[in-house]
């Protein structure tokens, strides 16, 4: 079955930066689109950036580009998020997406927290 799973959040203060990584299995990886999604408290999901399955398609929602990058190594089964100058407003569970058939997939998330 189709698993996806988070790591790598924690809590950064004001201006750090972290990597996410997310480890896929149970479908054929390199042939998929993925995305991070996020979501913060009392707030609704939204999608932070996403990438082609060859990795030469990306896009980034306005809030994180230049910030934010998301890559793939499709060798491993695993995609990566680097956020760098994290803002606290950055603060929210990050979540590992794909589609699959017409079928969402979705990870636990891991939790990112940017305070001092």
């Known amino acids: 079955q189709v698993q996806l799973v988070e790591s790598g959040g924690g809590l950064v203060q004001p201006g750090g930066s972290l990597k996410l990584s997310c480890a896929a299995s149970?479908?054929?990886?390199?042939?998929?689109?993925m995305t991070w999604y996020r979501q913060a408290p009392g707030k609704e999901r939204e999608s932070v950036a996403t990438?082609?399955?060859?990795?030469?398609?990306?896009t980034y929602a306005n809030s994180v580009k230049g910030r934010f990058t998301i890559s793939r190594d499709n060798a491993k089964n695993m995609m990566y998020l680097q956020m760098n100058s994290l803002k606290p407003e950055d603060t929210a569970v990050y979540y590992c997406?794909?589609?699959?058939?017409?079928?969402?997939?979705w990870g636990k998330g891991t939790l990112v927290t940017v305070s001092s």
């Open positions: 990438i082609s399955a060859g990795g030469g398609g990306i």
């Open positions: 149970g479908f054929t990886f390199s042939s998929s689109t």
């Open positions: 997406y794909t589609r699959r058939y017409g079928v969402p997939y």
